[in-house]
């Protein structure tokens, strides 16, 4: 969780952002400080793949964040944000933004879309299902709703935005079989493979305290930054997150042969997100060497 958000309230002091404090973990690179300002030290047009989850304004229990700010305030800080985003972008770079919403604010992250039509194209729109009913049997996990008036909310948006709207997209590298084998022949497709479609079914791992969250509020999982790095499809991509909480989109950076940039304003889920994003790169290098160990 990074970023520093304008006061709720003329009374309430804007705290003082910390020191910018820079870290590199291989070629990676993690700030600890202000996502805004640590953007506008970035160089312009430099990266390919920006995959982020912001603070959603719902009262989440960040370290050092208060996550329930007056609604103008907050949009007006996320176009702030995303204005450096927009800037930082390459001409041809994906911004995959992750916004929940709740059943008390259930138009904020369309306010916010409708905010950012000044910056981006909203290019796809992706529903991230992270639990589905079929049948009588329920897939994936879900945190329940105590009301009477609510639906448990079993998903989240994932925001594609680019800067025209004209961006090519490795479809097939996050795609699926095909359920109708005899579709492959028959429509002269090349491989059994189909586009997956803007419904992402991607639970969570089973966990069992918030240790196993890294006691951050927010996290998401690794496959969700990974498969949107494989479907903006560039080799060897810049990934940025500039809301970087415990590091999960770095990690995602690291398999998918990316070089990670990541900012956070807390200490301490910095220090997180460096051990994650070594072990990552020490598995990725076991990884490798045990596959020239197979080719000897």
């Not at 309230?9 to 804007?14: D, F, I």
């Not at 705290?15 to 973990?25: H, L, M, N, Q």
């Not at 800080?77 to 604010?105: C, I, K, T, Y």
């Not at 997180?272 to 596959?291: H, I, L």
């Amino acid at each position: 969780m990074t970023g520093r958000p304008r006061a709720a309230q003329a009374s309430v002091p804007t705290p003082r952002p910390p020191r910018t404090v820079r870290y590199t973990e291989g070629p990676h690179l993690l700030v600890r400080g202000d996502c805004v300002r640590a953007m506008r030290r970035m160089e312009a047009a430099s990266v390919d793949v920006v995959v982020t989850s912001p603070p959603y304004n719902i009262g989440l229990k960040y370290r050092t964040y208060r996550d329930r700010l007056e609604e103008d305030g907050y949009l007006d800080w996320m176009v702030e944000v995303a204005a450096e985003v927009r800037r930082v972008m390459r001409p041809d770079g994906s911004f995959f933004l992750n916004v929940a919403g709740s059943s008390a604010q259930p138009w904020l992250p369309f306010e916010l879309m409708v905010r950012l039509r000044e910056l981006f194209v909203l290019q796809n729109h992706i529903s991230w299902v992270k639990s589905i009913s079929v049948g009588v049997d329920t897939h994936g996990h879900f945190k329940p709703v105590n009301s009477h008036r609510y639906l448990n909310r079993n998903h989240e948006h994932l925001f594609h935005l680019t800067l025209k709207g004209e961006v090519g997209l490795k479809r097939l590298d996050i795609g699926v079989p095909y359920k109708d084998k005899s579709n492959i022949v028959r429509r002269g497709h090349r491989q059994d493979r189909r586009c997956r479609g803007d419904t992402w079914f991607i639970p969570y791992e089973t966990v069992q305290g918030r240790a196993q969250k890294f006691h951050h509020p927010g996290t998401f999982p690794v496959l969700l930054p990974q498969m949107c790095i494989r479907l903006h499809g560039k080799s060897a991509p810049v990934v940025l997150d500039p809301f970087m909480g415990t590091g999960t989109t770095l990690v995602a950076a690291v398999r998918e042969g990316g070089r990670g940039i990541g900012i956070d304003l807390d200490t301490i889920y910095v220090n997180v997100a460096r051990e994650r994003v070594r072990q990552a790169m020490q598995a990725q290098a076991a990884g490798a060497a045990g596959t020239d160990d197979r080719n000897v």
